[in-house]
């Protein structure tokens, strides 16, 4: 047997897979290579969620559906096979009863988006062990992980490649000479871009806070208003005083900048009930509106309350330049990982053996 022969993984039947030319090698290959499929999938996501936030639904569901087929022939193979194939079964088993869970348990804490679990929860029944693919002298992943379950490697990776996006913002920070403490988690940006940036507010009036107003908040209220940011700012006086609300508000809208199609609920209806009158004449009565706003979109706005628009608000109105974070959009370093998996294998076990740990 071979070197190449000796290293290789194992197929889902337990077979060893050579690269020897034959249509039966070829058909016991062929789920790995549709696979492959779902690449330029996530890297069409990963470049969405870099420019709107936004990935539609139907993004998934085609692999969604490819994934179930080919777990099915991958499944059928097993237990069709010359082996028990009881390996594989449990690697299943831990993809689906441990990945997607997790997966959905970070969307409900907020850690995920809706985007972001959908895709990893599709990983878990895509990518539940490790595909094989065969180049000259070599086969693909070059260094598969001993537990063997695909959808991990992926999750391990991804969470590597996240690490270095607030490392490359401090970088850029000190190579600007800004320090602060949010230097690791945002950068400054001047106000009259933040209607058309993505991220959360790290400063209120009384200081630097890692809760701020989310950017989508403040473009459903100015949407809801009717008005815009450079409006605001010339004449705060007008719109913190609840007497300024129109009638008949806008449908605030989902806080998207360019909204295509990838929103998952939006607003349906032609506009909003109530009016200021509900919350009193006084000028102090509601400042800008706020409670007013939430209450008519029945809703937080991505996690915000009264005070905290109130505040970012205020700041808004006389700041030349705010610290934002940006966020990390989960699919771009989801997809890096991806793609490190495929290709190299298990990144993070690979550091570990390094360093004499694994």
Request: with cysteine; hydrophobic share 45%; aromatic share 10%.
């Amino acid at each position: 047997m071979s070197d190449l022969e000796r290293r290789l993984p194992t197929s889902p039947t337990g077979t060893i897979r050579t690269v020897d030319a034959g249509w039966g090698v070829v058909l016991e290959s062929l789920p790995d290579l549709l696979r492959l499929l779902a690449v330029p999938v996530f890297g069409w996501a990963a470049y969405r969620d870099i420019k709107t936030r936004r990935v539609p639904n139907r993004t998934w569901l085609p692999l969604a559906l490819l994934a179930v087929v080919l777990l099915c022939w991958d499944t059928y193979a097993v237990v069709t096979g010359p082996t028990s194939g009881r390996l594989f079964l449990l690697r299943v088993a831990i993809s689906l009863g441990v990945v997607a869970p997790l997966s959905y348990g970070f969307w409900l804490i907020g850690g995920f988006g809706g985007a972001d679990a959908k895709a990893f929860m599709l990983v878990s029944v895509l990518f539940p062990v490790y595909p094989t693919y065969y180049l000259s002298g070599a086969a693909l992943p070059l260094e598969p992980s001993l537990v063997g379950v695909f959808s991990l490697t992926i999750l391990s990776n991804t969470v590597l490649a996240g690490v270095v996006y607030p490392l490359g913002i401090a970088a850029g920070n000190l190579a600007r000479g800004r320090f602060a403490w949010p230097m690791f988690l945002g950068k400054p940006v001047a106000v009259e871009r933040l209607p058309e940036a993505y991220g959360r507010l790290l400063e209120t009036p009384a200081g630097f806070t890692r809760a701020g107003l989310d950017l989508d908040a403040l473009r459903m209220y100015l949407q809801w208003r009717g008005g815009s940011l450079a409006a605001l700012r010339a004449d705060p006086d007008t719109y913190r005083n609840p007497e300024s609300l129109p009638e008949e508000p806008n449908p605030p809208g989902d806080g998207s900048f360019v909204t295509d199609g990838g929103v998952d609920d939006p607003p349906t209806d032609g506009g909003v009930e109530g009016t200021a009158d509900q919350f009193g004449t006084a000028g102090t009565a509601d400042p800008w509106g706020a409670e007013q706003f939430l209450h008519d979109i029945d809703g937080s706005a991505y996690g915000t309350d009264p005070e905290t628009l109130r505040g970012a608000l205020e700041l808004l109105a006389d700041a030349d330049e705010v610290w934002v974070s940006p966020g990390i959009p989960f699919l771009v370093p989801m997809f890096a990982g991806l793609v490190a998996a495929l290709v190299y294998g298990d990144v993070l076990y690979a550091l570990l053996s390094a360093l004499g740990v694994a």
